[in-house]
């Protein structure tokens, strides 16, 4: 239960209508991120005065009480979260009318944004898990005094059996130019991504 001092307080400027017209993605992206911050700020001002002592005095009383000041506080959660849509509805239908050439492959800028999601993070994170896994191999056969060797290698050219050591069934060239070649395109998307989301307009 809140426990609140009791004191006056300045009376609420009213809430501003949501701009409406054309924006850059930049533009309306940063006015989604200053959204969710004023949800969350409404939605931790009810949880502050949602309940307090009787014996306490309305501290909104002179704005027509504190029920009253939640419910124009989830009106203008309301409000923010129609805009919200709005501005996702107008980003989506942007993006996936936008074309993006990175290296030889075109595809719409949802489509790159799903890629990078969900196909090149989890994709960079395992290789790099991968390649960070064959230098402990090599690190801890080193500190036994054991050979590391690839599968290729070990095997030989006329099938010989594999001599003692470790063997790493990776080609860590082929591991590492695909690191380096996903780090490449990831940087390249992230560099015309902020070009199109300067100059892409979108209307809400």
């Given at each position: 239960?809140?426990?609140?001092?009791?004191?006056?307080?300045?009376?609420?400027?009213?809430?501003?209508?949501?701009?409406?017209?054309?924006?850059?993605?930049?533009?309306?992206?940063?006015?989604?991120?200053?959204?969710?911050?004023?949800?969350?700020?409404?939605?931790?001002?009810?949880?502050?005065?949602?309940?307090?002592?009787?014996?306490?005095?309305?501290?909104?009383?002179?704005?027509?009480?504190?029920?009253?000041?939640?419910?124009?506080?989830?009106?203008?959660?309301?409000?923010?979260?129609?805009?919200?849509?709005?501005?996702?509805?107008?980003?989506?239908?942007?993006?996936?009318?936008?074309?993006?050439?990175?290296?030889?492959?075109?595809?719409?800028?949802?489509?790159?944004?799903?890629?990078?999601?969900?196909?090149?993070?989890?994709?960079?994170?395992?290789?790099?898990?991968?390649?960070?896994?064959?230098?402990?191999?090599?690190?801890?056969?080193?500190?036994?005094?054991?050979?590391?060797?690839?599968?290729?290698?070990?095997?030989g050219a006329l099938g010989?059996?594999?001599?003692?050591?470790?063997?790493?069934?990776?080609?860590?060239?082929?591991?590492?130019?695909?690191?380096?070649?996903?780090?490449?395109?990831?940087?390249?998307?992230?560099?015309?991504?902020?070009?199109?989301?300067?100059?892409?307009?979108?209307?809400?």
């Amino acid at each position: 239960m809140a426990n609140h001092q009791t004191k006056a307080r300045m009376p609420q400027p009213a809430q501003a209508a949501p701009r409406t017209g054309r924006f850059t993605l930049t533009e309306a992206l940063t006015e989604l991120r200053s959204l969710d911050k004023r949800i969350k700020a409404k939605r931790e001002a009810i949880r502050s005065y949602l309940a307090r002592q009787a014996a306490m005095a309305d501290p909104f009383h002179a704005e027509g009480g504190t029920s009253a000041f939640i419910t124009r506080e989830l009106e203008g959660i309301e409000t923010f979260e129609e805009r919200v849509l709005a501005l996702r509805g107008a980003i989506y239908e942007a993006n996936a009318a936008t074309k993006l050439e990175i290296g030889d492959e075109t595809r719409t800028l949802a489509e790159w944004l799903t890629w990078r999601t969900e196909i090149a993070y989890p994709r960079q994170r395992f290789l790099q898990k991968l390649y960070q896994r064959i230098k402990d191999v090599r690190r801890e056969a080193l500190a036994r005094g054991t050979t590391v060797v690839t599968a290729t290698i070990a095997a030989g050219a006329l099938g010989a059996p594999p001599p003692a050591g470790v063997i790493v069934n990776v080609n860590e060239r082929e591991l590492v130019n695909e690191l380096e070649g996903l780090d490449t395109m990831l940087s390249q998307f992230e560099g015309q991504l902020a070009v199109k989301n300067a100059t892409t307009m979108v209307t809400v």
